[in-house]
Structures are given as C-alpha cells and as structure tokens.
Nanobody, 119 residues
C-alpha cells in the first residue's frame, strides 16, 4: 500500500504565492504519474497539473503560466504564483500507476489541503 502526505496550503491574498508538497510513502516500487487536483465548493474535482515519471508536465488551461509542477521520484510539488480567488478550493495530491507489493496499477489520493485566496 501507499500513503500520500500533503503539506502547504493556507490563506493568501490575490496575487500571492503558495507552495504545495506531497510525499508518497509505503512499499512503493514506482509511480507513473503524480499530480494535483482541486475541488471548489459546489464544483467537481478537476485536474490542476500532473507530471509523469519522465518529467512531462500537464496543466489545466486556467493555471498555465502561473503554476509550476515539479517532481523528485515520489515527491511532487506545486508552486502557485499570481493566485486568484478562483483558485480557492481543496487541493488533493494524486498518484496513479503505482506499483507496490499488492497493486500493479494502483491509484491513491491524499486527504486534501485547503487553499483560500482572498480578493
């Protein structure tokens, strides 16, 4: 099994920056893709950005040019700059394509961390 532990998040004013970090632990042999999703009140969870083990990043159109995702093996960070009130939500770390002793292509989620951008 694998566990994802998130850190970062909080309250920031419009135009500010925050950094989210997520570390995967457990009996993990490899992880194909790690990323961040967010869910705003009353809305569905959506992809913010993800990155493969090879370093290929993928971003939602709404965050391109403002957010940067990076990865070091089983840790993924999300640097968020020029934050807007529309970025407010609960941010969830995701890992998929996880190979462990018990899963060949497992998917795991973190518990979520709140990001609030005030106007």
């Amino acid at each position: 099994q694998a566990q994802l532990a998130e850190s970062g998040g909080g309250l920031v004013q419009t135009g500010g920056s925050l950094r989210l970090s997520c570390a995967a632990s457990g009996s993990i042999f490899s992880i194909n893709t790690m990323g961040w999703y967010r869910q705003a009140p009353g809305k569905q969870r959506e992809l913010v950005a993800d990155i493969t083990s090879g370093g290929a990043g993928n971003y939602a159109d709404s965050v391109k040019g403002r957010f940067t995702i990076s990865r070091d093996k089983n840790t993924v960070d999300l640097q968020m700059n020029s934050l807007e009130p529309e970025d407010t939500g609960v941010y969830y770390c995701n890992a998929r394509g996880v190979l462990t002793w018990v899963t060949v292509w497992g998917e795991y989620w973190g518990q979520g961390t709140q990001v609030t951008v005030s106007s």
